[in-house]
């Protein structure tokens, strides 16, 4: 039950009492709704309704300069208005929520100090507006303005230092301080002018006075300066500058003066009375303001000059015949013609004149006949320097006096040549031509020379003149000698070329005239024997009977001489160089050729082209026919022949053939590389055998290496030579010591006194100054020994014994007597073409190396013994 009791209370109130109690609470508003109102906070504040509010005009747009700030009684929201009268420009803007007021326009404080605005504020039923004053403060924004520009004064020339000339007036629109102008001069070291710093006044310098014809104008610049103020938050003075204007008025205070001093005048002999002589001339000092002037000759006229007052012309009375002197100064007076009734300014000045002879006759040539301008010799070339040149008779006179006779010679032509003396001549001279290059008085250069010869006054304002030719006539001389045109001469020519054939052309080039010019070839030298040269033409060519062979001799030099008629010659070399052709075909030392072949061991064939230069002399080898084929392979550059790799013993070789004696026959061509190209076949028959069983080991084992096996023959070699060297020492030690009388023994007991030398030992090969340089032997056989058809070596004939020296001459000392050794030479015949034929016994290519090396080892050891018993057997 009481729940129920309280839910419908609940139900009561909400749908009854709270409606009944907002619509009276609504009536009692309206009976009391009130108007909404501004803050006022002072003139100083930046929020409230802007009364008295004030602003530097300086403030950027842009900027929030104050902030609207009211309420409504009945706490409802407000918004905030800003206007301005109709027509005036609206400077601010006011946010109407926030009430920040905002400036929109730039402010000048110049042009409108205050302004005039109305605020408002509402809060939607209620308006209240208020008119407000807004003050613009002032910021030092402008610069001060100079008044009645432009500035343009007159100023008296004999104005007082210190007087006041003229004040200027500059007016600055801001306030305060920095509406305040002071005034300065712009910096000068030389101005004559000052200015009061707070008046303006401009005034002359103490001390200093104005000159019309020093400056006659003046141009003095005047800054005004504010006093300065805030601007923008900084300080800042600001100033303007003005020109003044001070034209100085010209006052007559400066006396008359010449001008174009000194003054010279002259009286010719021509001159009539009544001529005018100078004219002078004077003019005010006070130029602003000038006088006339008026001219009068004090003194010096002796009474035959006159002058005119007013242009100042002097003038010649009588006639110049009767003048009494030379020379006359003259004193003239120039004064100003003024109105005033004190002494007038003057000026006094000299004219110096002189009378003159008149310049009216010009320097002139004379020859032995009279007045000439045309002079001419005949000479030979290249007369020494210095020399006078006596065929010329050359006078020159001016008949003119003093200044007016005095002129200068020149010779003009090419180069420095000649000279002409004398330089400077007064009145008149005998001219004197000398030699001075010697060689440009050349006849081949030219066979005439011509100058000008030149007369010219010097301090004559006529500078008369006068010319005359110089020519030379020149004669030849045998001055020059036949010169080629080049140093050598190279040609080339085909070997077998015909006789007759032309090599090169030679020129030699000989400048003189006649027979001097005329040049002669001749050739002379080694190897100019088989050519020719023509006498005239210098053409070269090879006799008729000559035939040039490049593989006997390709290169010739020798000399030609070019000669003139009087002997004079030059020389020039030329170089001839025989061109081998391909004219010999390659050739086998026989055609029917026969080798014994080691297995394992090449053999080589060998051909021989005479030509003398590749490719022509270069052969290549080639297997033409084989029977079997594919059993051997040949080099094609040395001729080298092996067998295949794959035969390595003699039973390969008889499965191959049939027969026992493992014999081929190989037709083999040998052909040269030139072109045409030859070649030339030959039949080889190859004896094939096998080494012995050392031999074929060692062969089979070093048969990659080839210089291996040539290792060991030299070895065995150098072995045998070794012990034949030891065995001939120990004779010729043997016979020093035996009972012979040696010749280095009895020297030595002949002189006692001097202490034995020590014996050293030295190898026979080798010179040396010791004892032993009395054994001179020489080597009679200067070739190489033949081989005979077998192989082995011709036994040499004796050698001859050597004869004593000749006795060195008396001018020679002891000591330089011949320091040589017993030389003993040893030679190995060349390799014959014919090989001997190869026998089929088992001998090898090592047992004829061994024989060789038996024999030459011998043979050394015979000539040995042989020099050292003759050379004992002459000093015996």
């Known amino acids: 039950m009481f729940r129920v009791l309280s839910f419908q209370m609940c139900l009561f109130c909400t749908f009854f009492l709270f409606p009944l109690l907002h619509a009276t609470l609504a009536v009692t508003a309206r009976q009391s709704d009130y108007a ?38 009945e706490e409802d929201p407000v918004r905030y208005g800003l206007t301005f009268e109709q027509g005036s420009r609206e400077y601010f803007r006011v946010d109407p929520k926030s009430g920040n007021v905002t400036l929109v326009q730039e402010l000048d404080r110049e042009k409108q100090a205050e302004i005039s605005a109305l605020v408002s504020i509402t809060d939607g039923r209620n308006k209240v507006a208020e008119t407000v004053r807004i003050f613009v403060t002032d910021a030092n924004d402008e610069q001060p303005e100079f008044q009645n520009l432009p500035f343009a004064i007159d100023v008296p020339e004999d104005t007082a230092p210190g007087s006041s000339i003229y004040k200027v007036t500059a007016v600055d629109k801001d306030m305060g301080s920095g509406g305040s102008v002071s005034y300065y001069l712009r910096s000068s070291p030389l101005t004559k002018f000052t200015i009061d710093g707070h008046s303006g006044v401009l005034r002359i310098r103490a001390n200093e006075t104005l000159d019309y014809e020093t400056t006659p104008a003046h141009f003095v610049t005047v800054v005004a300066q504010d006093g300065g103020g805030k601007y923008k938050g900084q300080h800042q003075v600001m100033s303007s500058t003005a020109t003044v204007t001070i034209t100085v008025v010209d006052a007559q205070d400066t006396p008359p003066s010449f001008v174009g001093t000194p003054y010279f005048g002259y009286i010719y002999e021509v001159s009539l009375p009544g001529s005018d002589i100078f004219t002078v001339y004077a003019k005010d000092g006070d130029q602003g303001n000038p006088n006339s002037i008026h001219y009068s000759i004090m ?3 002796d009474g035959v000059f006159d002058i005119n007052s007013t242009s100042g012309c002097i003038s010649l009375t009588t006639n110049p015949s009767q003048l009494k002197s030379e020379l006359y100064e003259i004193r003239v007076k120039a004064i100003e013609e ?106 081949e250069k030219g066979s005439t020379l011509t100058f000008k010869l030149l007369a010219i006054e010097i301090d004559t304002p006529e500078r008369f003149s006068a010319t005359a030719d110089i020519i030379i006539h020149l004669l030849d001389t045998n001055d020059n000698i036949p010169a080629f045109t080049s140093e050598y001469y190279i040609a080339r020519i085909d070997e077998n070329s015909p006789g007759g054939s032309s090599l090169v052309s030679v020129t030699a080039i000989d400048p003189d005239s006649g027979p001097w010019g005329e040049v002669k070839y001749t050739i002379y030298g080694s190897g100019s024997d088989l050519f020719s040269i023509h006498f005239s033409t210098g053409m070269i060519s090879t006799q008729p009977w000559a035939t040039l ?52 061991a090449p053999v080589r064939i060998e051909a021989v082209d005479e030509d003398a230069e590749s490719p022509n002399n270069v052969i290549e080898y080639s297997i033409m026919k084989a029977d079997p084929k594919n059993i051997f392979d040949i080099d094609c550059n040395t001729g080298v022949i092996k067998l295949k790799p794959y035969i390595k013993s003699m039973e390969i070789i008889h499965n191959i053939t049939k027969s ?141 014994a050597p004869s004593l020296p000749p006795p060195p001459p008396s001018t020679a000392r002891t000591s330089e007597r011949p320091r040589v050794l017993p030389t003993i030479s040893g030679v190995l015949a060349s390799r014959s073409f014919k090989k001997p034929k190869a026998s089929s016994s088992s001998s090898s290519g090592s047992g004829r190396k061994e ?16 020099k050292i018993n003759e050379s004992n057997q002459g000093y015996c």
């Open 851 to 866: 024989t060789m090396s038996s024999a030459l080892v011998s043979e050394l050891k015979m000539r040995l013994e042989q």
């Open 549 to 600: 062979d490049a593989e006997a001799r390709s290169k010739y030099n020798f000399y030609v001489k070019a000669e003139d008629g009087e002997g004079e010659y030059s020389l020039a070399e030329v170089f001839v160089t025989v061109l081998d052709l391909n004219d010999h075909s390659p050739e086998f030392h026989e055609s029917l050729l026969e080798e014994t072949m080691v297995i394992g």
């Open 36 to 73: 909404p109102y501004f803050y006022d906070y002072g003139p100083g504040a930046t929020h409230g309704n802007m009364a008295l509010f004030s602003i530097s005009e300086d403030t950027p747009v842009g900027t929030h300069v104050y902030t609207l700030n009211g309420t409504d009684p």
């Open 338 to 443: 003024g109105r005033g009734e004190g002494p007038m300014d003057y000026d006094i000045t000299t004219v110096t004149v002189r009378v003159v002879d008149l310049n009216n006759h010009p320097p002139t040539f004379y020859g032995e006949t009279g007045p000439q301008n045309r002079f001419e010799v005949t000479m030979f070339e290249h007369p020494p320097a210095g020399e006078i040149l006596r065929g010329f008779k050359i006078t020159v006179n001016d008949s003119d006096q003093g200044a007016n006779a005095k002129f200068k010679l020149r010779l003009v032509g090419p180069g420095r040549v000649l000279r002409v003396v004398p330089q400077t001549v007064l009145n008149e001279a005998q001219v004197t031509i000398i030699v001075e290059d010697t060689s440009g008085i050349d006849y």
């Open 660 to 800: 026992q004696e493992c014999k081929w026959s190989l037709l083999v061509e040998a052909r040269d590389r030139g072109s045409p190209s030859f070649s030339t076949t030959a039949v080889l028959n190859i004896d094939i055998t096998e080494a012995t069983p050392l031999m074929a080991a060692f062969l089979k084992r070093s048969r990659g290496s080839p210089m291996k096996v040539l290792g060991m023959v030299t070895g065995i070699i150098s072995l045998l030579v070794g012990a034949t060297v030891l065995f001939s020492t120990a004779m010729y030690l043997r016979n020093t010591k035996s009972n012979r009388i040696s010749p280095a023994r009895r020297i030595i007991k002949r002189r006692p006194r001097h202490p034995e030398p020590p014996w050293s030992f030295r190898m026979p090969i080798f010179r040396d100054a010791g004892p032993s340089s009395k054994f001179l032997a020489d080597d009679p056989e200067g070739g190489c020994a033949d081989r005979g058809a077998g192989g082995a070596r011709a036994k040499p004939p004796p050698p001859n």
């Open 299 to 301: 003194n010096g006229s």
